[in-house]
């Protein structure tokens, strides 16, 4: 999906979910947490978190590895995991789902796999918003291949001048990857339309998805991506676990990223067999728990509903812009059509960094800083923002609170 799509009435009963996370019952300093910072990390609900402790409790066992029961029960948690992440993406295929650390690993992947295939003077295209792991591992590649990076502008807005992505695409293009959804601006990406318009021309597409699948429905076989990666820790599950989706055809093409043991069908000192997918991409005991713990991440999202989360955090973000347009001296980064539930932000004369600190102190977590976007803070010439981001366990209330100390940090500096 390119778009939150139409809106239809939230159906989501927010405080039964919040009995769901207990960190939301913590306080900081004496006072109640309110937590809004869900695009650097998302807090995990009771399901997710007991079904490591469960794993580690009952369960652990190493995987694929041997006949005993402890360590089938854990083979097939950590393989249904992967499919429960098959279904969330609607990909054809289980084996086209790779486990792996999250999206910067997802993308290293590819741009180690690819490079052989790059020469010099071949382009990539990226876009202006895209997250560090979305440039850095084409920079490398790029230093050594001798292949070009090429930038995809972006408007006062936030949006992505889909002119200029046109005109970067050339006979030099050999992949496009993009962003679905900014982590510093909130704009959801029209991916669709970037991928037929790379299509059009034989080239292939990768997807950033770590601000997305959290938030809306995504069909990786309906956007017909050749890669798209998705962050665990982005989607109420454990932190260092993720998965990238491939096209069967295209990762049976890549070489192994890493080499190891449960990558290899047989070695020798004469020579060594890979593995099939996605197992050839899966070198050494892996994060079992955390797979496992995504698996039951997934079956919460769904439990949920995305329609109806999309539904909730448009509410919550709308509600947001309105109060910030009424604050004196603040000015929203990204105003996009579409956005997700993302509000960045400065305010007049007080650095991004004192924003979020005064808010500290009230118990409001939010973040400050260049959110591994700096480009996108070049593009505005702004050092960095503040920002809200929002998710479906937040609430009128918490947005309420984050203004008044927000009203309090104008006045202050004024
Ligand atoms: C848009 C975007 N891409 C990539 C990443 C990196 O994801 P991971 O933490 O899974 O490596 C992030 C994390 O902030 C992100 O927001």
Not at 14 to 26: G, K, M, S
Not at 81 to 107: C, F, P, Y
Not at 108 to 137: R, T, W, Y
Not at 163 to 185: C, I, M, Q
């Amino acid at each position: 999906m390119d778009s939150p799509g139409v809106i239809t009435q939230a159906a989501l009963d927010v405080d039964r979910v919040r009995q769901d996370f207990p960190i939301l019952h913590e306080q900081v300093y004496g006072i109640d947490l309110v937590y809004l910072d869900n695009a650097a990390t998302t807090q995990k609900p009771r399901t997710v978190i007991e079904a490591v402790t469960n794993y580690y409790s009952v369960g652990n066992a190493n995987v694929h590895r041997a006949v005993h029961r402890l360590s089938q029960v854990a083979t097939e948690a950590y393989e249904g995991a992967r499919v429960k992440v098959q279904r969330l993406i609607n990909a054809a295929d289980s084996r086209e789902i790779v486990w792996l650390r999250g999206v910067t690993e997802g993308i290293n992947l590819i741009a180690n796999g690819l490079s052989a295939q790059f020469k010099p003077g071949d382009e990539i295209v990226v876009s202006n918003m895209e997250h560090h792991s979305n440039i850095v591992p084409w920079q490398m590649l790029c230093q050594r291949t001798g292949a070009v990076l090429r930038v995809i502008p972006i408007d006062e807005s936030g949006q992505l001048e889909m002119d200029r992505f046109e005109e970067l695409l050339g006979p030099r293009t050999k992949l496009v990857s993009v962003v679905h959804v900014s982590n510093a601006l909130g704009t959801v990406n029209p991916v669709k339309r970037i991928v037929d318009l790379a299509h059009e021309r034989g080239i292939p597409v990768v997807i950033d998805g770590a601000q997305c699948v959290q938030h809306y429905p995504v069909d990786v076989q309906e956007l017909d991506c050749e890669f798209y990666a998705i962050s665990g820790h982005k989607m109420y599950a454990p932190t260092g676990i993720g998965a990238l989706y491939g096209k069967a055809d295209w990762l049976e093409r890549l070489p192994p990223y890493q080499g190891g043991g449960d990558m290899i069908l047989s070695v020798s000192f004469e020579g060594t067999t890979y593995n099939e997918i996605p197992f050839k991409f899966e070198a050494g005991t892996p994060h079992i728990a955390g797979a496992i713990g995504m698996g039951a991440a997934v079956d919460y999202l769904l439990s949920l509903g995305l329609e109806n989360i999309a539904s909730y955090e448009h509410d919550l973000l709308e509600y947001a812009t309105e109060q910030a347009l009424q604050i004196p001296g603040l000015q929203i980064v990204g105003t996009a059509d579409k956005k997700s539930s993302v509000l960045s932000f400065t305010i007049d004369r007080v650095h991004p960094h004192d924003i979020g600190t005064i808010l500290d102190q009230q118990g409001i977590a939010i973040r400050t800083g260049h959110h591994c976007a700096q480009p996108v803070m070049d593009r505005y010439q702004i050092p960095a923002t503040a920002r809200i981001s929002l998710c479906f366990y937040n609430t009128r209330q918490e947005i309420d609170a984050a203004f008044a100390a927000l009203r309090k940090v104008q006045e202050v500096f004024s």
